[in-house]
């Protein structure tokens, strides 16, 4: 149910100049999520009745990301004025005027804290009776960070930045996380005293914490169970930190619905992938995007599949797939390259060094090795002898070749598409096939062999291979006399 007492506020208006990229902060992934993707998923889940988030750098990409992944969320520009405290001042003016309740603030780089914490934070908050209530951390090491100073009742007292601190200060190991609840009428009573009278010119969302304070008000910090929880994400070591943190409580939570990883360390699982009971993963697979895989199948090692569909009890090997379906008990790999839009059908084979796109391969049908199939359409039950190429592109147009069933084609065929095999056909081995062949017949292009006596020594003087062939007609002629 809509908690209609509850407004979520998210920070997304950073530049994020640490990360070093083209591409927005919040906008790089972990688990195939933009960062601020995961945050939107938490703040859905507390069913808030409303949810601003702020924006300013990069504003259409970012606002972009923010409508796939929460249409309903109102978007706010922050204007000139820089700093947090601005830009939930402006967040708090886009609330409708009959709202009254508490503002929940959260940024959009803080990807792993979830909603169950977020849910007992706003609980402590209300049973308190407390003006504000935040987040902090206890860290080992709390270096940068803004520390948590107490009152000797336990009471947030005030947070004093690192740079500002005192050798005691400094001595705290309880950081501000930098996520909040406020009353409403409070947070905008308080926000409208804020200055920008400081070394960086900006807005501080914590000054609304000494301000509350002065004005003796109860401020809360509730300390969150684990330190990552509230991890943020500044540059691109910790956005790998935190990409390995949530990896490991993926691969963990399917290890415990009956899937088995034989190696957690190498084994990399998208948010969005979905695997059943029975499926076993082996070292080195990245399982990304939606991929689904079926019970039974063994997938890996050394593999990566993005988007793809694997069926029961199929074995994929080595290979790296995009946007494919693999049938049930169907093999694939080692070495196997599947483009989009490649279709396997149940016990079909795609085997070493072979690459597929647009094509759908037949129930029972096989490539075995080293061929490329392109737009093309495979019967069932039919082989594709090794060395076979479709040349799908005349430099123009791609063209489809359609292969019947129970085809049997030789090794180190071409197909010139468009064109057709009949079902029950058979092509000989270095056949190139430019017309259609009728089922059941034999297609060959044979040239007669000629061999040119005496060419090597002839034109190839001095080599070693001449010599060999002088020496081997010697013997010839001494065996003959």
């Known amino acids: 149910m809509t908690d209609e007492r509850l407004a979520i506020v998210v920070l997304a208006a950073g530049q994020g ?17 933009p960062l601020i993707g995961h945050v939107l998923a938490t703040a859905g889940q507390l069913d808030a009745a409303y949810t601003v988030t702020v924006v300013r750098h990069e504003r259409d990409a970012v606002q972009e990301v923010v409508h796939d992944h929460f249409p309903s969320s109102l978007i706010v520009d922050q204007d000139e004025v820089p700093g947090t405290g601005r830009a939930v001042e402006q967040a708090v003016a886009a609330l ?22 977020l849910g007992q934070l706003i609980e402590a908050h209300r049973a308190s009776h407390a003006t504000a209530t935040l987040l902090s951390a206890v860290l080992d090491e709390p270096a940068g960070y803004g520390r948590i100073v107490r009152t000797d009742d336990g009471m947030l007292d005030r947070i004093v930045e690192h740079k500002d601190a005192t050798d005691s200060e400094l001595a705290i190991s309880e950081i501000n996380a930098g996520v909040y609840v406020f009353g409403l009428a409070e947070l905008r009573d308080q926000l409208a005293q804020v200055t920008t009278a400081n070394a960086q010119g ?11 304070r002065r004005a003796g008000s109860d401020v809360a910090a509730v300390p ?12 691109r070591a910790q956005l790998s930190d935190a990409a390995a943190k949530l990896n490991a409580l993926i691969v963990r939570g399917w290890q415990l619905n009956g899937v088995t990883v034989v190696d957690p360390a190498t084994t990399w699982i998208d948010l969005k992938a979905s695997l059943a009971e029975d499926v076993t993963i082996l070292p ?39 946007l494919s379906v693999i ?32 094509s759908h ?86 040239a007669p062999q000629r061999n040119m006596a005496g060419w090597v020594e002839q034109n190839r003087p001095g080599t070693d291979a001449a010599t060999a ?11 003959a006399e």
């Open 224 to 235: 969150v169970s684990e330190p990552w929880l509230v991890a943020g994400i500044n540059d």
């Open 361 to 446: 391969i037949g129930a029972g049908s096989k490539v075995p090795h080293l061929s490329y199939i392109g737009d093309t359409e495979i019967g069932v039950g039919s082989n594709v002898g090794a060395g076979t190429i479709t040349a799908n592109y005349d430099g123009v147009n791609k063209n489809r070749t359609q292969v019947g069933s129970h085809v049997r084609t030789g090794s180190h065929n071409v197909f010139v598409a468009p064109v057709r095999i009949g079902d029950g056909a058979y092509t000989g081995a270095g056949t190139v096939v430019r017309k259609d062949v009728p089922s059941g017949a034999l297609a060959i292009t044979v």
């Open 469 to 479: 062939a002088q020496a081997a007609g010697s013997q010839s002629d001494s065996a």
């Open 202 to 212: 900006e807005k501080y969302l914590t000054d609304v914490i000494g301000l509350l």
């Open 284 to 322: 080195g697979t990245q399982i990304k995007g939606a991929t689904s895989i079926a019970r039974g199948a063994i997938v890996g090692p050394d593999t990566t599949l993005v988007d793809c569909e694997v069926g029961e009890n199929a074995v994929v090997k080595r290979t790296d797939a995009t």
């Open 327 to 358: 049938g049930a008990g169907a093999s694939v790999g080692p070495f196997a390259y599947l483009r989009p839009n490649t279709v396997l059908d149940a016990d079909g084979k795609i085997g070493t060094f072979v690459e597929t796109k647009n």
């Open 17 to 33: 100049t640490r990360m070093k990229s083209r591409t927005p902060k919040l906008l790089h992934e972990i688990a195939g999520v």
């Open 96 to 117: 409708p005027a009959d709202f009254e309740g508490d503002v929940l603030v959260v940024s959009g780089d803080v990807p792993l804290l979830d909603a169950a914490t």
